[in-house]
């Protein structure tokens, strides 16, 4: 229970899928509310694998491809950044109804990038799954291990709930908001993403920084 506690804490503190949803709304605005489920189902779906994955193979991907995790941070809060970005000058020519409901988009290459990578399960997400799974370490008796792993399991299937669930009624809060402040909620989810890549570049280029201070640059 303590490691099921502390996996989902860990997860809700980096995902937030209350706060994403208005971002994921924004993205889906042309989209039915059939289709919105259906690609929240897919999201959720996704994000499971990426923690998961993240959890038992992401040190094993990074070591094999010798990327350490300040640089996934960097890298990753640049996309997040320039999906924020993207989003806050997305819209700016004003568009009737009309216009917009004729407006196609093709949702479904969009399940995978951006809506799971990197705004739902991000460089954040997979470098806090990747922590966890080292610190599987600790553990010297198998059966501990596997306590450990079905923990965090329980834990990303809760989260890939919350997720599914935040997202497939964001609609709710476009009825409740309206759509000038459907509108609004989501330029200002928008800021929040930009404003977090950068968090996430600066914590890297933080880490990057701090080794660089410490062992120094190698030599040539």
């Known amino acids: 229970m303590e490691t099921f506690l502390l996996v989902l804490a860990a997860l809700f503190s980096v995902i937030n ?15 039915s509310i059939a289709t919105r489920r259906s690609l929240a189902r897919r999201v ?28 996934l941070r960097v890298a990753g809060g640049i996309i997040v950044a320039s999906s924020g970005w993207k989003l806050l000058n997305d819209g700016t020519r004003t568009e009737t109804g009309a216009a917009a409901k004729d407006q196609w988009v093709d949702y479904s290459g969009q399940a995978f990038y951006p809506l799971t990578l990197p705004l739902t399960t ?16 600790a553990y010297s008796d198998v059966r501990e291990d596997i306590r450990f792993f079905l ?22 809060v476009e009825r409740a908001l309206g759509g000038s402040g459907t509108d609004i909620a989501a330029r200002l989810s928008a800021f929040i993403l930009f404003c977090l890549g950068i968090q996430i570049i600066w914590t890297g280029a933080s880490d990057l920084l701090a080794s660089v201070q410490t062992h120094g640059i190698p030599a040539k």
Request: glycine content about 12%; cysteine-free; hydrophobic content about 55%.
């Open 17 to 31: 899928p209350p706060g994403t949803a208005l971002v994921f709304l924004s993205m889906t605005k042309y989209a």
């Open 44 to 71: 959720a779906i996704n994000s499971f694998f990426v923690m998961t994955g993240s959890l038992l193979i992401g040190a094993l991907v990074l070591r094999l491809y010798g990327i350490s995790v300040p640089v």
């Open 151 to 172: 923990a965090s399991l329980l834990a990303t299937i809760v989260m890939a709930g919350g997720i599914y669930v935040s997202f497939a009624y964001s609609d709710r």
């Open 122 to 137: 991000g460089p954040g997400t997979i470098a806090v799954m990747i922590s966890l799974g080292l610190s599987r370490t």
